[in-house]
């Protein structure tokens, strides 16, 4: 998605905006551009491609002045070239704006403009708005911004700057986020934290409909009616060095390696001896949790997959009936929400559209809401009822890894809780459980030290044109994450499916040219994935076994095989997630992929 940086303050300004738009690169773009405002009169430098197409720009020409707006595009309207890049000016030059979102009644607004006689350069969405700021415009800024925001419908985050006031910036904020970054001499605002962090750890989030006006010595927020209000300043933990990739090629390849180490901070940080702590931001008492009729997960994506394993647990070990739904279909189908549920969220960033419009749903049927997020002050986070945090640092990678894991792993604790409420469990199980935990880093670092046999494997297949993974019960999902691992970095195709379904149709796709990765540690559907198997094998497929260390009989059933520790069947898919991880990873730089930002893709889809 779109990234938006602004600045205020006495540093250079190429250097502040170019820094924070590599910082925001993750999130996916195809046009970048930036501006400022230099004796009385705006500069703007804006370029199609890679960023580094307008850091050859600025090389050349560079900006001047003190106050600067930068912005990288994720096309929505209007294809990625030069003019449909932003910053979007309007007629007279005077004004120039950087927006994320889309603006859905910007056609009425063009049409209404254009009788006006405003005159179109691009066709963007976001153009429409530096209009209708210059057509409300009348020496105030951040009244002409306050007005023009009471106009638009859809999503916007804006900043915006104004020759005719050049030591201003004006932000303001509906649907797509903006954080203010608070520093000494200088202030600044961006669509997420990285952004801010080279600067400041003092940030203020924005919400909906709150506006800020930023100065390098002063900063006033105010609501859509205009009138001041206060706001709570938050301190990052983050290091910056947290943002690099420091001795890793790639950032994914970083999270992938992080991923033990998350694990043990969450070990630390839920399991007290007194119990499960599920941390400041969790809310629900056991007495609610006790009497829940059925739960109700709603994800995109990754996270879907971790709430489909969240399925299996739930009604595995709490016995709760629980539903998983891709976010994009629950916002829309009216689900019958009888009884008592718990709908959950689940979302790395906490600013997917989809699923924060699944929440909203759900809390317009006053139901209540615990999300699972990594981004703490994400709005997802703020507008749930309670929200348990994945503590997996930042993932700039957009293919999700450690974020992954980390939700699956939260959701296990969940279903120990749950089943300690429910009774479900006695107290041995749940101690043999806890055991069982405590052994994944080291079994996870176990994997990772033999991802030069994964590399190896990888590099067998990695002209493949077409995948299948298959798996069965709880490690079904983990074949559908294996897959869109596979896709989303490589663009190779590869389909996730349950083993027993094969022989209704897909196995017609079976022959030699298909390899298929197939998730079989020992577990209850230990036998029936080696009939799936054979029944594939008998086809000619060529055959990649993930499979429990010490088992001999997948040898001869299979052409390779990814060897994984032992492990509690719950928590297989935590182990299984490696392997499929570092299968994708490598096939993808085999193939030359830009694996941190991969092609179409951002890190954070925050329009639907
Ligand atoms: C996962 O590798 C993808 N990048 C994507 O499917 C992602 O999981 C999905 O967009 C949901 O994102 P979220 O977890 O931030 O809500």
Known sequence: MCGIISYVGDKDINSVLMAGLWRLEYRGYDSSGVASVMDGEL????????LMNLQEILSDKPLGGKVGIGHTRWATHGEPSDQNAHPQVDCNENIAIVHNGIIENYYTLKEELIKKKHIFKSNTDTEVIAHLIEENYDGDLKESVLKSASRLEGSFAIAVIAASEPDEIVAYRYGSPLIVGLGKNENIVASDIPAVL???RRIVILSDGEMVVLRKDKVEFYNNKGERIEKEEREIKWSPTSLDKGKYPHYMLKEIYEQPEVIERNIALRMEDEGLNFGESFHFSPHELAHLSHIVIQACGTSWHAGY????LFESLARIHTEVDISSEFRYRNPVMDGEPLIMAISQSGETADTLAGLREAKAKFLNVLSLVNVRGSTIDRESDSTIYLNAGPEIGVASTKAYTSQIFQLYLFDLYLSKLKWTMDAPEIEKRVKEVNEIPEKMRKILGSADNIRKIAEKYKDSKDFMFIGRGINYPSALEGALKLKEISYIHATGYPAGEMKHGPIALIDENTPVVAIAPHSSVYEKMLNNIEELKSRGARIIIIASLGDKRVKELSND?????????????????????????YIAVLNGRDVDRPRNLAKSVTVE
Do not use: C, M, N
């Not at 500069?43 to 890679?50: D, F, L, P, Y």
């Open 43 to 50: 500069e703007v430098r804006k370029v199609e491609g890679r």
């Open 198 to 200: 080279d600067h400041t």
């Open 309 to 312: 394993i969240g399925k299996y």
């Open 561 to 585: 095989v990814f060897y994984i520790p032992p492990s509690e069947e719950s928590l297989s898919p935590i182990l299984i997630a490696l392997p499929l991880q570092l299968f994708a990873y």
